[in-house]
Structure formats: C-alpha cells, structure tokens
C-alpha cells in the first residue's frame, strides 16, 4: 500500500488569492491523481499527474486554473489559482497500486473555504 | 466511456436490517475491476472490497459483493447494518491497462438506531 500526506490539512483564503497543496508519498508511485469533491458529493477527478510530464486534466479543470506540479515520484503540488467560493471543497491527492488491480490509495484531503 | 451509476442519494436504515447498495456499470472493455470504497466523514475514502472476476463473492469486514458481468452489476451487501457503518459509499471501475478510474456519484448510507 501507499501512505498519502496532504498539506494542508485546512485552509481559508480570501477570493482572488492562491494557495498550493502539497501531497506526498511514502513510497515512489507513478502516478498521482488530484480529486475535487464538493459536501457529500462524487469525488471528481481533476488531473492525472505523471513524472515529468505536464498533468492531463478532465473536462471543468484547467492547467491556468489549477496547475499541478509533480518534480519526482513521491510529491505533487495542486495550485488554485484566483480562488472562488465556488472552489470551497476538499481536494483529495490519491495514487494507484498497479500491483493490487489498481487498487487506490487517497491522501487525507485539503479542507479549502475561499471567502 | 466507462461510467458506473449507484443507488442515488441518501440510505436510511434501521440498525440490524440489512444493506444493499446498487451498482451497475458501462464500460467497452471484457475484464473491467469493480471496487467499492468507503468514505468515512472526515476520513480519507479507502478500499472497502474489489473484484474482477465474474460470478465470484467477495468479502471484507462484514460487507460483500459479487461481480456479474452478465448483468453489469457489483452491488455491495451486509446482511445486518451497524451505526458505524454510516458513510459515503463509492462504487468504481478500472479496466487493465486503462489508466481511467471511473467513481459512481455516492451513496450515502445513514444507520440509525
């Protein structure tokens, strides 16, 4: 299994700022993924982020609006970049087990209010 | 594309009744992995059983789910609810050598007494 540290755990912005999430692994992985999930709501998947390689991002997420960062195989920043109230969620960072069927492993989640 | 729908919304159950939780699934692909995951409040969501082979039970922690492939169907059982059993329940799909990880919207199970 993978262990996940996100930091931070919580945060409050004012509208306009950014802030940066960091995430980071216990062991090399390959891939990261970052997830948007609203109160009680789907987990969203925002991008895919491989070393040294631009992230691959979904459909509703933009590399100007969140980029991502990932130098090496255990650490991945997420940025929100000009945040809104409409980005008050928790992001989840989260990598796969390709040895345990994909198993998925989730970091602890970055609590985020935007005023 | 793949995608995977659940029993939508909010469960309620009485404790000691018993839990079912649909899942059904989409995906182009003959050896798909279904997994159901658990999300605890203020917990990071994490693996509660998975499965890839047809027509074959899995168990984990009192919960159990089996995968038919006839019927696109992973439905995640327990035959008597408990309190701490009140979560957000994921169903998910993935397929070998897909790099996509599909998550149903969540199924919220709240078990009172």
């Known amino acids: 299994s993978v262990l996940l540290y996100q930091k931070p755990n919580r945060d409050i912005c004012q509208s306009g700022t950014s802030l940066k999430i960091q995430c980071v692994a216990d062991?090399?992985?390959?891939?990261m993924f970052w997830y948007q999930q609203f109160q009680e709501q789907s987990l969203m998947l925002m991008a895919t982020?491989?070393?040294?390689?631009?992230?691959?991002?979904e459909s509703g997420f933009t590399k100007d609006k969140f980029p991502i960062s990932r130098p090496n195989l255990t650490f991945s920043t997420l940025t929100v970049n000009n945040a809104r109230p409409g980005d008050s969620s928790i992001y989840f960072c989260?990598?796969?087990?390709?040895?345990?069927?994909?198993?998925?492993?989730f970091g602890p989640g970055t609590r985020l209010l935007v005023l | 594309g793949d995608s995977v729908t659940q029993t939508e919304g909010l469960v309620t159950l009485t404790e000691g009744l018993p839990v079912m939780l649909n899942c059904t699934y989409q995906?182009?692909?003959?050896?798909?992995?279904l997994f159901w995951y658990v999300h605890y409040l203020n917990e990071s969501p994490r693996l509660l059983l998975k499965?890839?082979?047809?027509?074959k039970r899995t168990e984990h922690q009192g919960f159990h789910a089996t995968l038919h492939k006839s019927s696109s169907s992973f439905h995640l059982q327990k035959s008597s609810a408990q309190l701490s059993d009140s979560a957000l329940y994921y169903c998910?799909?993935?397929?070998?050598?897909?790099?996509?990880?599909?998550f149903g919207a969540g199924t919220r199970l709240k078990v009172i007494a």
């Open positions: 062991s090399q992985v390959v891939s």
């Open positions: 989260s990598s796969r087990d390709r040895d345990l069927q994909d198993t998925q492993y």
């Open positions: 982020a491989n070393e040294g390689s631009e992230a691959t991002y």
């Open positions: 998910a799909l993935t397929n070998t050598g897909n790099y996509k990880y599909v």
């Open positions: 995906t182009i692909y003959s050896n798909p992995f």
């Open positions: 499965s890839s082979t047809d027509n």
